[in-house]
């Protein structure tokens, strides 16, 4: 049986993961970020957190044992989510030919997998109002890519072996959880940020300069809620794998998802992205050819997934430039192999 990942802040964590040293104080960590940021995390970790529904349906579908009856008598009770998950089941994605009209059916034409899936993208997008951002920045991007590296996460766990796929994919989903949190509630420092990579500052020297380390954040608010090790790793060092003190491996899944996210047109667009291809090979035990088989299945499968997720996220159709869709075309006819960014010097 997995237990839950999530717990309520005030709820004590109940996990199979074994306890890793934690890689900094939480006074250092704060020392590193904006004096009004770092005062405002646990006002804000408090505040705010996933939908109560989330957590339960999150529960039940990491354990082996649940039954699809149980996840309906979840559902029932939040309409909303429910109507949610049965317009998702009818979307072209499925290609029924008659409509799903209950609940039942539509788990089952979804699948468990797929189902922890939406239900993690739906609670984040309900917790976090991404529709109002600050100027010059790409909300809905966010979200698609949190939702690639998530997917690609969780596909790369399974044939790797090398994480739980089901921890892969929350971790990957949450990456990026800093940038939410400054996207979401520091619009006025986020919006400082974008003027400083606008005018040509690499993005990781901006947010260091103004005390605003999408990592260090993100990782703070995960450890005020108390979320597993594995998640707030993930999150610190999903640029920097080979620091991680803890699960290294689930560490290097997230960021190499997060280049392949980045490498199939769903990037986030101020980072600049250099990765330890070799060492991130080596760590989780893939050769070149699996790797670059794997990419091509990931440039085929995410822009067939992107309508779902839009719908998931209660947004508009996201127009693709022309640069992505002849990277896409490229790729898939074998003409141009994944050229990922090099680190010059592994750490």
């Not at 109560?52 to 989510?81: C, F, I, S």
């Not at 699948?111 to 100027?135: H, I, N, W």
């Not at 896409?328 to 680190?343: E, I, K, N, V």
Request: charged share 20%.
């Amino acid at each position: 049986m997995r237990a839950g990942v999530f717990a309520r802040p005030a709820v004590p964590l109940v996990t199979r993961l074994a306890d890793t040293r934690r890689p900094n104080s939480k006074e250092e960590l704060e020392s590193r970020i904006d004096a009004q940021v770092a005062h405002r995390l646990p006002d804000i970790g408090r505040l705010v957190s996933l939908p109560h529904t989330m957590y339960t349906l999150l529960g039940l579908l990491m354990d082996e044992t649940t039954l699809p009856k149980e996840l309906e008598k979840v559902l029932e009770q939040d309409p909303a989510l429910a109507a949610k998950v049965i317009s998702l089941s009818n979307s072209a994605f499925y290609g029924l030919a008659t409509p799903v009209s209950t609940i039942e059916r539509a788990i089952l034409i979804i699948g468990f997998k797929e189902l922890e899936f939406m239900a993690m993208g739906l609670g984040l997008s309900e917790t976090f109002d991404l529709s109002q951002v600050p100027r010059g920045f790409d909300g809905e991007g966010l979200w698609l890519h949190c939702l690639s590296v998530s997917w690609i996460a969780r596909e790369l766990a399974i044939i790797t072996r090398a994480s739980d796929p089901s921890e892969a994919m929350i971790s990957g989903l949450l990456h990026e959880l800093g940038i939410i949190i400054l996207v979401s509630k520091f619009p006025q420092q986020f919006q400082q940020l974008l003027e400083l990579t606008d005018a040509g500052v690499p993005f990781f020297e901006a947010e260091a300069s103004l005390g605003l380390s999408h990592t260090v954040i993100g990782y703070l608010l995960a450890r005020h809620w108390n979320l597993p090790e594995v998640f707030q790793e993930g999150i610190l060092y999903h640029h920097s794998p080979r620091s991680c003190p803890g699960r290294k491996e689930t560490a290097a899944l997230v960021c190499l998802s997060d280049s392949l996210a980045h490498k199939a047109g769903y990037p986030m667009r101020m980072e600049e992205l250099e990765i330890d291809l070799p060492w991130l090979m080596e760590t989780l035990d893939i050769r070149p050819s699996t790797l670059q088989a794997f990419a091509k299945v990931i440039m085929a499968s995410l822009p067939q997934a992107q309508p779902v997720w839009l719908q998931m996220m209660r947004s508009g159709a996201r127009r693709e430039s022309r640069d992505q869709k002849g990277r896409f075309s490229a790729l898939m006819d074998g003409t141009q192999p994944m050229d990922f960014p090099r680190r010059r010097t592994g750490k």
